[in-house]
């Protein structure tokens, strides 16, 4: 868990500006989830996070300590979970510590002992503990994303990203990993933004919501402020008739149903 600073970050490619003057403060343990349209600049934040990406200008804490490249405690969960599909879920998953061992113990499968303790326990957070034998690549798409957050939370990260992790699921198979992500995020108190293009499962699991528009923070609120018209600013043109009408039959008062409603999906 820790505390990340985001202060006026800009960040151009020539003349496109993918993310204005960004700023937000996330404290210890907080669930965000950041929303915007295709483009939005919300992968490029995500990236200037990981230290992948360098910023234009402006700057980066985690705890006060600069980001200046990509940390070991800074984990990335991403739509592809670029798995090792020859090899167990236990063994991905323990990949997850290669930060902290060396190349030789990592080629000869030498882990220390706290580690394959943590890539089990691990594996126990995402519901995969009996099947951590399992080849990888004779698994399904949601249970191959869980192994890749076990394999996040081996990195043992004080700050978890995930970008889009469940953009290439089906309905139920995302929900259930959101589940599991959001109980791994609980167990450890783990700081985490997650990029999500599905209102619905946003609404259902954030807890903090960061809306992006053409590179701007257009909206930084917690779920009573996530009402229907933010959501329109942020997507700007696209049908929110199907929410405004859940809306009215739900909550009069305007604020967006809680969890397990359903919405239209974007
Ligand atoms: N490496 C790059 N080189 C040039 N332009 C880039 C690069 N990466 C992103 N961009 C541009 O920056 C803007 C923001 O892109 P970004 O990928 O951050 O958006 P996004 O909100 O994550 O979109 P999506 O939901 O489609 O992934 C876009 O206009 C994109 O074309």
Redesign the pocket.
């Known amino acids: 868990m820790s505390t990340i600073e985001v202060t006026n970050l800009s960040k151009s ?2 003349s ?1 500006q ?2 204005d003057d960004v700023s937000f403060t996330i404290p210890d343990g907080e669930f965000v989830v950041l929303l ?12 200037c996070l990981n230290g992948i990406t360098k910023p234009t200008s402006g700057s980066i804490t985690i705890d006060g300590e600069p980001v200046k490249g990509p940390r070991n405690d800074v984990a990335m969960i991403f739509q592809q979970h670029y798995l090792l599909e020859q090899m167990s879920a236990y063994s991905n998953a323990l990949t997850g510590a290669l930060g902290r061992t060396s190349f030789l113990e990592s080629l000869f499968g030498r882990y220390e002992t706290d580690d394959k303790h943590e890539a089990l326990r691990a594996l126990d957070t995402v519901g995969l503990l009996d099947q951590a034998n399992q080849r990888a690549g004779h698994m399904s798409g949601g249970q191959q994303q869980r192994v890749g957050i076990a394999r996040a939370l081996v990195q043992n990260p004080n700050l978890l990203l995930a ?2 992790p469940v953009a290439s699921l089906d309905p139920a198979s995302a929900e259930n990993v959101m589940r599991y992500i959001r109980r791994a995020a609980a167990e450890r108190d783990l700081s985490t933004i997650a ?1 999500l ?1 599905q209102v619905n499962i946003a609404r259902e699991f954030g807890e903090r919501f960061l809306g ?1 528009k053409n ?1 701007e923070l257009v909206f930084d609120g917690y779920r009573d402020d996530f009402t229907v018209d933010v959501i329109d600013e942020i997507y700007g043109d696209i049908e929110t008739d199907a929410i405004r009408t859940e809306r009215t039959a739900d909550e009069p008062d305007g604020r967006p149903a809680q969890s397990g409603a359903r919405a239209h999906e974007y």
């Open positions: 490619y020539g496109v993918a993310l915007g349209e295709s483009g939005a600049g919300k992968s490029t934040l995500l990236r970008d889009e990029s293009h992006m590179g």
